[in-house]
Structure formats: C-alpha cells, structure tokens
C-alpha cells in the first residue's frame, strides 16, 4: 500500500463515519418527532438537573497562586506535593488533610512558569503543559511554579486556612529547608556584594562630580548630567548595579521560608461548571438519553420477542 492508497482509505473511512453520523442523527430527530412526549421530559428533567448543579453555592472555582523556591529545586517540590495529587496523605500530613480528605480542596496540580524575555521576571504560567525544558526562548524558570486547586463556592471562606495549612506543610519539611539554608547564606552575600559594588560607583562618580575643572552640559531629553565628561562611561553599569541591587533586596524581602508565595490563592473569574455550559451539556445529554428511551419503546414489540425466544 503506497501514499496515494493509504489517504485513499483514509477519506473513505472519514466518509463512512460521516455518512453513519448523518443516518444517526436522522434516526435520532424522528424517534424526537415521534415520541416527542419522552423526550422532551429527559430534556426538561435535564435543564432541571443543570439549573441545581450550578446553584451559587455548589459552583467550582480555580485557586491559583504562585509559588517562590527559595533554595529548594523543582524536583524537591513536585516530590512534596505528589501526595496532594494522588490524595493519599500520610497521618503525619494532618494539617492538610481535613481540606483534601473532607472534599474541600481537589484536583491539585503544578504548573510551570515561563521566562520569555530572559529577564528572570514571570511572564505567563503554562497551564496547557506546551512549554519546552529546552526551549531557550520561553524558558521555564526555575525558582516559581504555578499552583492549582478547586473548590466549591461555599468553602472559600476557608481559602486562607487552606493557605496557610499549605504553606506550613511545605516549609516543615526537613530536606527543602536544609537547602533554603544555604540559598539564604548565598543570598545575604550577593545582596552584600551588591551595596559593596553600588557604594563603590558611587564613590567614583562623587570624585568626578567634584572634580574641579567639572563642566555641566544637558542631554538631548533635556536631562542634566553633571560632572565630567567621563563618568558618562559608565552610566549603563550604574544603572543595571541598581538593577541588580533591587533585585537581591526584593528576593531577600521574600525569602522568609523555603516556599513564599508571590501572590494569594485567588479564584478564577469563571466557574468550572457555568451554567451555559452545563446547560447545553445536560440538554444534549437529556436529548440522547430520551432518544434511547424513544428507540426501545419503537421495538418493544421485538425486543418483547426477543426475550420470548
């Protein structure tokens, strides 16, 4: 079987398919016009079982956060977390375990989040799972992960206690706290070496401010730069030291514990179940359902004599 033969065979199965979907639906609109009595009580009971899935209080919500590693690796994290995916908690986890065994919180999950300007600020979270280890553009860092779990409309008034179970869990953990020790040691000392660095441009850039023979002269924006002509040199070195400072202060704010979150557990805007959805998903479902109901009473007669036999 060459190319040619096997799309040949392909389109030709596609054409079946369409062909058997076409006749089932057909079938499935005069069985509806037949018995139309039966089939709209499934879709009315339906729409009656959407409308009270989807009650303010039983709607599900998405939890989102970010999570900062401080010192420990992702490998450490996802093997403290697997736990909370497979909901099987040891008893010495009981701070977390009422959430997930009460049905509270479920369906966590991790996701990774990506760098795309190679500057080490998040961009966006992977939620679909397409990002690529190897990829050197979007590149997956290595100190954030995005963390996921839904609950029920009527329970998020205990999101900060499941917050705060969560991020006790983690941080009493013995290995990921013997590596935010040593990432905090490194820490304080490039945030050390950073305002020794920054103390030291300063310094240079004093020595040719003051220089005698010192002359002003304005920028094309119309910013002054004052001093000699020279500390110009090394204006960009100044500013990205700064940078660098900032961002060793800002790390060092947030390195409290070996996991910190960026942000808090928020919801997402919209429901897992909407009503919309579910609404169409019911009426299908109470559609198909009907349809069948509507297909046994057209052969009663010989499916009564069928069990006869």
């Not at 977390?96 to 990774?112: D, I, S």
Request: charged residues 20%; hydrophobic residues 45%; proline residues 4%.
């Amino acid at each position: 079987m060459n190319f040619i033969d096997l799309c040949v065979a392909c389109g030709r199965a596609v054409g079946q398919g369409c062909k058997a979907f076409g006749c089932l639906l057909a079938r499935m609109i005069r069985l509806s016009y037949r018995y139309w009595w039966v089939v709209i009580t499934l879709v009315v009971l339906s729409v009656a079982g959407a409308l009270y899935y989807t009650r303010c209080d039983n709607l599900t919500y998405k939890l989102n956060a970010v999570a900062l590693l401080n010192g420990p690796s992702i490998q450490q994290f996802e093997q403290v977390y697997a736990p909370l995916r497979s909901g099987r908690l040891l008893p010495a986890e009981e701070a977390v375990t009422p959430f997930v065994q009460g049905k509270v919180a479920w369906r966590f999950e991790t996701f990774r989040v990506v760098d795309c300007l190679a500057d080490g600020e998040a961009d966006f979270i992977d939620f679909c799972h397409k990002s690529s280890p190897v990829d050197t553009l979007n590149v997956q860092m290595n100190d954030r992960l995005g963390l996921q779990f839904r609950m029920k409309a009527r329970d998020l008034c205990r999101l900060p206690e499941i917050e705060q179970a969560l991020l006790a869990w983690f941080n009493s953990n013995e290995a990921m706290q013997q590596s935010y020790a040593a990432f905090l040691a490194n820490l304080r000392e490039e945030v050390r070496f950073n305002h020794a660095q920054a103390q030291k441009l300063d310094s240079l850039t004093s020595a040719y401010y003051f220089y005698p023979q010192s002359e002003a002269k304005p920028a094309a924006n119309g910013v002054s730069f004052y001093g000699d002509r020279k500390v110009r040199l090394f204006l960009d070195e100044i500013y990205e030291q700064q940078r660098h400072l900032q961002q060793g202060d800002y790390r060092l704010q947030l390195a409290t514990a070996p996991v910190s979150l960026e942000n808090h557990f928020t919801a997402d805007p919209t429901p897992v179940n909407g009503r919309m959805k579910c609404l169409i998903l019911f009426v299908l479902i109470g559609w198909a359902c009907g349809c069948l109901i509507a297909e046994l009473i057209d052969k009663r007669k010989a499916l009564s004599a069928w069990l006869k036999a």
